[in-house]
């Protein structure tokens, strides 16, 4: 199992371009999350999605975009980057919902300049 | 309010001294689950514990060990004999019963030096 992988792992954007930051998962979870983690700080939930076609708002959704067509991939979508969305991303995803124990990707490194 | 706080920012320690890093919860649910995740220097995030609110028994596992005190709305996370590979930064989460994410903590980045 490759688990949570995410890519890229870098990227540099310059302020009005967009992107879109791929997540796959190979455990069959379906619950599937998307994190922000700014310096010196925890982590901050962007969207979240309980399963195939059903997504949701978390704490800090505004400039982004999700959709989870299938069980495996959950990609989020940059539209118009401001300087404000350089931070590192993390998706992760569980079996069962947040109670359980969450698998994270590596993380993608995210500079808007 | 769902809130998790680590108070100490940085924590340097010298191999195989003790160190505790402190978290404290706040949240209204009877039931709730609390988290420590390990970020090493590389980047990624490690599960190390998951404890549900009804078991408040200390676990230890190796050289780590959790105390969760429900009185103190505490759950503490102590490495004993530390070794320069535990240096990485730390989060406490909570996740409430009524909630859908963790709450995450800012985290505690420790140091061990030789």
């Known amino acids: 199992n490759a688990g949570v992988t995410q890519t890229p792992k870098f990227r540099i954007l310059k302020i009005g371009q967009s992107m879109t930051l791929q997540c796959t998962q190979d455990?069959?979870?379906?619950?599937m999350y998307w994190y922000r983690q700014d310096p010196g700080m925890g982590l901050k939930l962007i969207y979240y999605?309980?399963?195939?076609?059903?997504?949701d708002k978390g704490e800090v959704p505004n400039g982004y975009n999700v959709s989870r067509s299938t069980t495996e991939d959950f990609p989020l979508r940059l539209e118009l980057a401001a300087p404000s969305q350089t931070s590192v991303y993390f998706c992760?995803?569980?079996?069962?919902?947040?109670?359980?124990?969450?698998?994270f990707g590596p993380g993608t490194r995210l500079t808007v300049t | 309010a769902q809130k998790v706080t680590q108070a100490q920012t940085e924590i340097s320690v010298v191999e195989k001294e003790d160190v505790t890093l402190d978290c404290v919860y706040e949240t209204r649910d009877t039931t709730y689950y609390l988290f420590w995740y390990k970020q090493p220097p590389s980047g990624e995030l490690v599960f190390l514990i998951r404890?549900?609110?009804?078991?408040?028994q200390n676990e230890i596992s190796g050289r780590y060990s959790w105390n969760f005190q429900k009185s103190t709305s505490s759950f503490n996370f102590t490495i004993t004999a530390s070794q320069v590979v535990d240096s990485a930064v730390y989060f406490c989460a909570l996740n409430p019963n009524s909630g859908y994410a963790l709450n995450f903590g800012k985290g505690t980045s420790l140091l061990v030096t030789p």
């Open positions: 455990m069959n979870h379906n619950y």
């Open positions: 404890r549900n609110s009804f078991d408040e």
């Open positions: 992760a995803s569980t079996t069962a919902g947040p109670s359980y124990e969450q698998y």
């Open positions: 999605s309980v399963g195939a076609g059903i997504t």
